[in-house]
């Protein structure tokens, strides 16, 4: 397995998806640009797969694509299923920006 976590510095994107997740497939695009715009965050793209079944297990990902926000490898927001590009943006935004009040 891939050591993840090592990619985990700082305040990032985490976008798990499926291989043969339609749905995962179309957002991919989408957050890639909605974290290029931002420029504070990091996107961090892992497939759930059998060599990532303890990550999944650990981060209680039961879906596909699922969107986890961290900051130095500690979730604090999660979003799972596909979401409109409007909304994603306006949760990404709001999520970002509460913890940074913190």
């Known amino acids: 397995m891939a050591d993840y976590k090592s990619q985990l ?21 989408i957050l890639k640009e909605l ?5 504070d965050v990091k996107l961090v793209h892992i497939e759930a797969d059998y060599s990532t079944t303890e990550l ?16 130095n490898g500690e979730i604090f927001a999660r979003c799972a299923g ?4 409007e909304i994603l943006e306006l949760w990404l935004d709001s999520k ?3 913890r940074k009040q913190k």
Not at 82 to 85: M, S, V
């Open 35 to 39: 974290c290029a715009q931002r420029g």
């Open 56 to 71: 999944m297990e650990e981060w209680e990902v039961t879906k596909v694509p699922t969107i986890l926000l961290m900051e």
């Open 9 to 29: 510095k700082g305040l990032c994107v985490v976008e798990i998806s499926g291989e043969s997740c339609a749905n995962c497939l179309t957002l991919m695009p």
């Open 96 to 98: 970002i920006e509460e």
């Open 82 to 85: 596909y979401q409109p590009e």
